[in-house]
């Protein structure tokens, strides 16, 4: 890890020596996320923005100097990362704000159909320079059926812990990488613990959310890719889907490291959009703590359906550092901005994949937007992992006989 100075917790503001702390803080324990330290000088000696614009490697590793790993390296042969930044004027249109410029970023389009690949992408790697034999993970269903993906293309084994409840396709996903999967009875809270537990008795590789200070740093990618596409001029607004935290901790950290290198003049709102039946850290946000609150979810987003966010402060501390803040949403929003979003760009997501829209929509309509922005939505997931959902969100289709006459009484 050429350019990795040290770790440094977010609780209690302790360094560490990479060798010193394998995932969280000694003296803070689960609680204690580690952040990852970089020599920005030493990075600028292999990045730049130029270099960058030459360079043909269209994954994360394009950024791999910025990266916790030793050196320009895909352990995989998938293509994880940047991926297309769609300009959405007829979704702009449609929100009565044609003067938007607004931008969907779709991390559907990963090899597992979810931004979760990124995180993997790197887990994987660090996970193969220690030696682990076996990768597991707690999950709700992405970070599972990315890890399994990935681990499936290199021959790496792994052990998942998903809810029983998870939607069908996740768990598809999983049986057909061949991981070895267990259907936790109980919630996604639960597994996750189980799977700490695990880890700890077995000696497995942990890429639990939060807990491994590299996820973070894979998930960053997200908006090093936005800026580089948008020519290093930041958007004004970033809005982004908030389970446990870890995807808009991991934005926040790319950003901060955009701006070490002095290659960003000023810095987007990060708007954390989370499901009103999964709003701890929307709640902390308004209470203006750092206090979690754990609350039992119920959301059909299921990939942000969390009891306790476990990058809170992370997630906390990005929007509060850009300027941000917290926006809420219903299920019912949530399920609109999926039609919405099918509907005016031919984008699909999954319930949590269009949270973000759903959080643009709801601050559109409160007439909280000049309309005049540069905006960026974070598509996170893809709508074929929740297909049950996505039926909730549209009118069925009538069936018809196969007779033009069926047909005509039915035209308009
Ligand atoms: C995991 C996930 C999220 C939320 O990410 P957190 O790091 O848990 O906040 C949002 N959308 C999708 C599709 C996800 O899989
Ligand atoms: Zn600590």
Redesign the pocket.
């Known amino acids: 890890m050429n350019q990795v100075i040290g770790l440094q917790c977010v609780r209690c503001g302790r360094h560490y020596r990479v060798d010193e702390a394998a995932y969280t803080c000694p003296a803070c324990g689960d609680q204690g996320i580690l952040d990852v330290l970089y020599d920005y000088d030493g990075v600028r000696k292999r990045l730049s923005r130029e270099g960058l614009a030459r360079n043909p490697e269209r994954t994360i590793w394009r950024y791999a100097p910025l990266l916790p790993v030793e050196e320009v390296r895909r352990a995989s042969p998938l293509n994880v990362g940047w991926t297309p930044l769609y300009r959405a004027s007829r979704l702009a249109d449609s929100l009565g704000l044609p003067g938007l410029e607004l931008w969907l970023k779709d991390?559907?389009r990963n090899p597992s159909a979810?931004?979760?690949d990124r995180a993997s992408a790197v887990a994987l790697v660090r996970a193969r320079e220690e030696g682990a034999e076996v990768i597991a993970a707690a999950?709700?269903?992405?970070?599972a059926s990315?890890l399994a993906c990935l681990c499936a293309s290199v021959g790496q084994r792994c052990v998942i812990f998903v809810p029983e409840q998870a939607p069908p396709a996740k768990v598809a996903q999983l049986l057909i990488f061949g991981a070895r999967v267990f259907l936790v009875r109980g919630s996604y809270d639960q597994a996750f613990d189980l799977c700490m537990e695990a880890c700890r008795t077995y000696g497995w590789y942990n890429r639990n959310?939060?807990v491994n200070p590299y996820l973070s740093e894979g998930?960053k990618t997200v908006i090093l890719e936005v800026c580089e596409q948008l020519r290093w001029e930041a958007p004004d607004l970033v809005f982004?889907?908030?389970?446990?935290?870890?995807?808009?901790?991991?934005v926040g950290k790319g950003l901060r490291d955009l701006q070490a290198l002095g290659w960003l003049e000023r810095l987007p709102r990060l708007i954390?959009v989370q499901a009103e039946g999964s709003s701890v850290l929307a709640r902390a946000w308004v209470r203006g703590t750092e206090e979690i609150v754990p609350v039992p979810p119920t959301t059909l987003?299921d990939?942000?359906s969390?009891a306790q966010?476990?990058?809170a402060l992370k997630?906390l501390r990005a929007v509060r550092d850009t300027g941000g803040e917290y926006v809420v949403v219903s299920d019912g929003e949530i399920l609109e901005a999926m039609r919405l979003l099918g509907q005016t760009q031919g984008v699909f997501?999954?319930?949590?994949?269009a949270?973000?829209l759903a959080g643009l929509v709801r601050m559109a309509r409160e007439g909280r937007l000049r309309g005049d922005e540069r905006v960026v939505v974070?598509?996170?997931?893809?709508g074929l992992?929740d297909v049950a959902s996505a039926l909730k969100a549209v009118p069925p289709a009538p069936a018809i006989e196969p007779t033009l006459e069926a047909l005509r009484s039915r035209l308009p």
């Open positions: 991390d559907g979810s931004l979760k999950s709700t269903g992405n970070a990315s959310t939060a998930k982004v889907p908030v389970g446990d935290g870890c995807i808009i901790g991991g954390g987003a990939s942000i969390v966010p476990r990058d997630a997501a999954e319930p949590a994949g949270t973000g974070l598509v996170t997931g893809n992992k």
